[in-house]
């Protein structure tokens, strides 16, 4: 299936948002973020350098998933002041549908 710059999803077609600058990074801060892969598929990871995990991910030494899917786009982030506590949304957030996870990504809130 190709999405080509879309995801596609039953009737509803979702446009893929711009890429996002990756902070600086901040002592003490972790970082709950959202890629888009060359696939058009999402990844979601955490990190406390998110600068360094992205250049891993596009590197292909990283996630298994990225490896096959580079490049790799930054579409979101958040930030933490622990790690447990990125690890828990990272959870949460692959817990999501697609549909759900894009609208975190645009700021868009539909009851799903």
Not at 41 to 63: D, P
Not at 86 to 104: D, F, P, S, V
């Amino acid at each position: 299936m190709v999405y080509d710059q879309h995801f596609r999803m039953q009737k509803t077609t979702i446009k893929i948002p711009n890429e996002v600058e990756c902070p600086e990074l901040v002592e003490g801060q972790y970082y709950v973020y959202l890629l888009c892969c060359s696939d058009n598929s999402l990844y979601c990871g955490s990190t406390g350098n998110l600068k360094n995990r992205l250049n891993e991910h596009n590197a292909g030494e990283a996630a298994i998933w990225t490896k096959m899917r580079r490049p790799v786009k930054l579409l979101y982030v958040e930030t933490h002041d622990s790690l447990l506590s990125a690890r828990r949304r990272e959870k949460q957030i692959k817990g999501w549908t697609i549909t759900k996870k894009m609208n975190l990504i645009t700021g868009v809130w539909k009851k799903i």
